[in-house]
């Protein structure tokens, strides 16, 4: 029985979600037989590093922060994800029995809960829908490829410009005014700089006259420009 929070415009964005463009309707029907939708608020826990895997989520809407804890007490974040895709189906995949990262809302959100066994269940039934799968599982880990180069490669200026392009909607070119629903130590935290050096680099670009800055604010002054900076690593 379908969960009653499941409504048209969900189920909609579920059938484009990359998990599941590759299912026929019968499959995808079989698999939301056993979606739930949780609605979460601000600072609400998914599921805690460790704790066994039941589920493969999707982010209808809101923000999740996917983040480790060292044995000290210290928090690395992993990712921050956006309303629109899915979490912790890597790990499903993988074969693990546990999750390897907590996730937290880090504001009113929306997910769907996807049952971990039921979905594997599907996908083991079709060689051709493990086969679709994997085409689409690997554009992902082109993602993460990139992510991980970005990383280990560039300076703070050049992380943080591709961050803030990566919240603006293709097709835009001229001025942008982003607004940052994240906050700034998280994100400093998701490019693997430290919070002073954040600053420093906001600094940096705002002299350079890239982009201007209004309490939580990022006005990019041109977009289209930072994008070849980007493209030709000049920043």
């Not at 704790?51 to 990712?79: P, W």
């Not at 560039?154 to 629903?181: K, M, P």
């Not at 693997?192 to 002054?221: C, M, V, W, Y």
């Amino acid at each position: 029985m379908l969960d009653k929070l499941l409504h048209a415009p969900i189920v909609a964005e579920l059938k484009q979600c990359h998990l599941f463009t590759a299912m026929n309707d019968q499959q995808f029907d079989e698999v939301l037989k056993h979606c739930r939708v949780q609605k979460l608020s601000a600072d609400q826990l998914i599921f805690q590093q460790d704790s066994e895997l039941t589920h493969i989520h999707y982010l209808y809407d809101g923000a999740v922060k996917l983040f480790r804890s060292t044995r000290n007490g210290n928090e690395k974040i992993i990712e921050l994800v956006q309303a629109g895709k899915p979490f912790a189906e890597g790990v499903l995949f993988l074969g693990s029995p546990k999750y390897p990262v907590s996730s937290i809302a880090m504001k009113d959100s929306m997910v769907v809960k996807i049952n971990a066994k039921k979905y594997l269940g599907v996908l083991k039934k079709s060689n051709d829908l493990c086969i679709n799968m994997l085409g689409h599982l690997s554009k992902r880990l082109h993602w993460m490829l990139n992510e991980l180069d970005k990383l280990t490669l560039h300076n703070a200026s050049f992380r943080i410009v591709d961050y803030f392009l990566s919240q603006v909607e293709l097709g835009i070119e001229d001025a942008y005014d982003l607004c940052l629903t994240t906050p700034k130590r998280d994100i400093a935290s998701r490019l693997s700089i430290k919070p002073e050096t954040f600053s420093r680099a906001l600094k940096t670009l705002l002299k350079k006259d890239l982009i201007g800055i209004q309490d939580n604010h990022i006005i990019l002054k041109d977009v289209q420009r930072l994008r070849e900076m980007v493209e030709l690593e000049e920043i």
